[in-house]
């Protein structure tokens, strides 16, 4: 504890280098900033002290910020790959200068562009074998801190499959 009965126990500090690390994983509940009394011995056995004051700031998760109602989109199975299915949008409470990013995972039919959230088809899609595809989307700030998952489902419409011609003998 410091003169301030703050949780010190957070940082170490390595005693050859002098540099200040985090001792274990930050929560959002340590922000605020921690005085640090440093004491430390030169090789001519001087001694001193110096101060550092260690700000922690909260880190906010992201959230995907469509509505869930805009989690569904429909396409058909003639849909050729580079095809819109929606638009991922997001938010970031640590503040205005926050950057997000997006990605996608559990379906390799679609993909995202990390910087503009559209998410457009990656392969052909098939009525015959599953109407319906599903995948997460997350939103990611600066610091990587993912978003919780939200589901999409992408409803596959049948389209008029060309008959296959076979050769009788």
């Known amino acids: 504890k410091d003169s301030q009965d703050a949780d010190v126990s957070l940082f170490a500090i390595d005693a050859a280098t002098g540099v200040v690390t985090a001792a274990a994983a930050i929560a959002n509940s340590d922000a605020g900033d921690y005085s640090l009394v440093i004491g430390f011995t030169d090789n001519e056995g001087g001694q001193g002290t110096a101060t550092v ?3 922690i700031v909260d880190n906010i998760p992201p959230v995907v910020s469509n509505s869930d109602d805009a989690l569904t989109a429909t396409l058909s199975e003639d849909a050729a790959a580079g095809a819109a299915v929606f638009s991922i949008t997001g938010t970031d409470e640590d503040g205005e200068d926050s950057k997000i990013t997006f990605d996608i995972s559990g379906n390799d039919k679609f993909e995202v562009n990390s910087t503009t959230g559209a998410v457009t088809l990656k392969s052909a899609l098939d009525y015959e074998t599953t109407s319906s595809e599903t995948f997460n ?8 801190t993912r978003s919780d998952a ?3 489902t992408v409803t596959v419409t049948d389209a008029n499959d060309a008959p296959a011609i076979t050769s009788g003998t």
């Open 137 to 144: 989307i997350f939103a990611i700030d600066e610091e990587g």
């Open 150 to 152: 939200k589901v999409v």
């Open 53 to 55: 004051t260690a700000t």
